[in-house]
């Protein structure tokens, strides 16, 4: 079973930074495509941006690209989210999410992730 825990949530000024983390519990986790996802109240989960398991690479939803940024470290299990100057539409439930050898084609989609963590609040005040 795989288990995914994020942290490094909280309450931050408008213009402050946060580093979450989303560590996992499998055992070859550089085959695996991790993704941020964030939901705010009333709105439909949103795909932030993902780090792809066969290249190497990291993508990102034009809304966030220019303030978020995906790193990962394979040899620790974690994949991080460092989110700068943030806004109050910022606010919302941040999720990490993971695939096996995900298919591309779905990477920035719910339906590409079938293991997801708890999620961790992020609220941006004003």
């Known amino acids: 079973q795989v288990q995914l825990v994020e942290s490094g949530g909280g309450l931050v000024q408008a213009g402050g930074s946060l580093r979450l983390s989303c560590t996992a519990s499998?055992?070859?986790?550089?085959?695996?495509?991790m993704a941020w996802f964030r939901q705010a109240p009333g709105k439909e989960r949103e795909f932030i941006g993902a780090?792809?398991?066969?290249?190497?690479?990291?993508f990102y939803a034009d809304s966030v690209k220019d303030r978020f940024t995906i790193s990962r470290d394979n040899a620790k299990n974690t994949v991080y989210l460092q989110v700068n100057s943030l806004k109050p539409e910022d606010t919302a439930v941040y999720y990490c999410?993971?695939?096996?050898?995900?298919?591309?084609?779905?990477?920035?989609?719910?339906?590409?992730?079938?293991?997801w963590g708890q999620g961790t609040q992020v609220t941006v005040s004003s």
């Open positions: 499998v055992r070859t986790f550089s085959s695996y495509a």
């Open positions: 780090s792809w398991w066969s290249t190497g690479s990291t």
């Open positions: 999410a993971a695939n096996y050898k995900g298919n591309i084609v779905y990477s920035n989609s719910r339906q590409g992730y079938n293991y």
